[in-house]
């Protein structure tokens, strides 16, 4: 560690380790965008990162270290020898050429920025160490966690795009032909007009709403209870609520099937409808119960001794303090039973019932092309994204406010 705390070693060992990263970000990002096979050079990557990371440790930070470091590292890793971004049989030189010239520039501007706090090549604080490992790591931890969800979610939409020919062609071919212009939306008519995709939205949009209106109808009191009224048994109560998730879904499966089928409930909306808040009260009574708590009793007691009755105060006075609670308690639910699979693969067969999850996997089929699984999937995601991005600030508000006053 010693060692490591000094300017000659912390630099060239940062500097391999990120023009690897950023190396084989943009191969991967290269090879979807065209569709040519481009990979990174990690021999080539780590020797000139080390030396050109080498290099802005030796160098006084600032503005103009950050413009020659980026301008060296520009004009090294353009050069046919030391380019970190090789491309495979059929891909371009020019896009080749411009993707060393992008990861040079690139690269040049933010080692300088994670090795800027260095005094130069001699031995380090512990401080200074750190500060560029935490920069180093906190420009990967981007990098990653945008790549695992952004990947997936390209590789979705690209597909989506395609026809059945270019799939067989080359079905890790990820860019697109835009001069077929509205015909790239082919395969998403098809999904409406010719498998009741429609249908399957609608069905899955008033089942999540029934859901969030009748899990609040429970939870409501049930949270307040907890968290205001006197009784026996209240404390273990409070602490067991969340016990159902500590038996796996899979288990249950078979008994609710069985008990469905006796009683008819099996392929039938009135089903799901029942069976969804039964897996979404428990989350909602612990999240509503912390928030009840945290809201000032002596509130609630002033509308007691004006004569309201327990109910009213719980309608006129904390429910219209807690609508940031409601509103992260309604949104998570949502998005539970817009997304749940298990209990609507196993209680719908009617294709006229099913919801939007149940009517994807109809799609995985070897008779139906690719691309319209992958359609589905798309419209099955963008809607719960947006919302969820449109209400994320209520939600985050709603659940911290819970934690911090319960």
Do not use: C
């Not at 040519?36 to 930070?61: E, Q």
């Amino acid at each position: 560690m010693n060692l490591l705390r000094h300017g000659y070693v912390t630099g060239p060992v940062l500097g391999a380790l990120w023009l690897v990263v950023l190396a084989f970000t943009l191969a991967v990002l290269m090879s979807f965008t065209t569709g040519d096979p481009f990979r990174p050079a990690l021999l080539i990557s780590v020797l000139a990162g080390a030396v050109i990371g080498g290099g802005v440790a030796a160098m006084r930070p600032g503005p103009r270290g950050a413009a020659l470091a980026a301008g060296a590292a520009l004009a090294a890793l353009s050069l046919p020898g030391l380019a970190p971004i090789a491309a495979g049989d059929g891909a371009g030189a020019v896009w080749r050429i411009a993707g060393n010239a992008v990861l040079g520039a690139g690269f040049g501007g933010s080692i300088q920025m994670i090795l800027h706090a260095l005094p130069g090549a001699g031995a380090l604080t512990r401080h200074e160490f750190e500060d560029a490992v935490i920069r180093f790591l906190t420009g990967f931890g981007y990098i990653f966690f945008t790549a695992i969800v952004a990947i997936p979610f390209y590789v979705m939409v690209m597909t989506s795009l395609k026809n059945q020919s270019e799939l067989i062609q080359n079905p890790l071919d990820f860019s697109i032909d835009l001069s077929r212009g509205w015909g790239l939306l082919r395969s998403y008519v098809e999904l409406f007009a010719d498998f009741n995709f429609g249908s399957y939205l609608w069905t899955s949009f008033y089942v999540s709403v029934l859901t969030v209106l009748l899990t609040l109808a429970f939870s409501i009191p049930g949270a307040y209870a907890v968290a205001r009224l006197r009784f026996r048994g209240r404390a273990v109560f409070s602490r067991s609520i969340l016990l159902i998730y500590m038996v796996p879904m899979i288990v249950l499966a078979l008994p609710i099937y069985i008990a469905f089928s006796m009683t008819g409930l099996r392929n039938t909306i009135f089903g799901i409808v029942l069976i969804y808040p039964v897996t979404t009260i428990p989350v909602a009574l612990y999240m509503l119960q912390g928030y009840f708590r945290g809201l000032p009793a002596e509130v609630e007691e002033a509308g007691l001794m004006d004569g309201l009755s327990r109910l009213a105060v719980i309608w006129k006075i904390t429910l219209p303090l807690s609508l940031p609670a409601l509103a992260s308690v309604s949104l998570y639910v949502f998005m539970i039973a817009w997304n749940e699979f298990l209990l609507a693969f196993m209680l719908l067969d009617d294709p006229s019932k099913f919801t939007l999850t149940r009517g994807i996997a109809s799609l995985n089929s070897s008779e139906i092309p690719r691309q319209h699984l992958m359609a589905g999937a798309v419209v099955a995601t963008v809607p719960i994204m947006a919302l969820f991005l449109g209400l994320e600030r209520f939600m985050t508000k709603g659940l911290t406010a819970g934690s911090v006053k319960g």
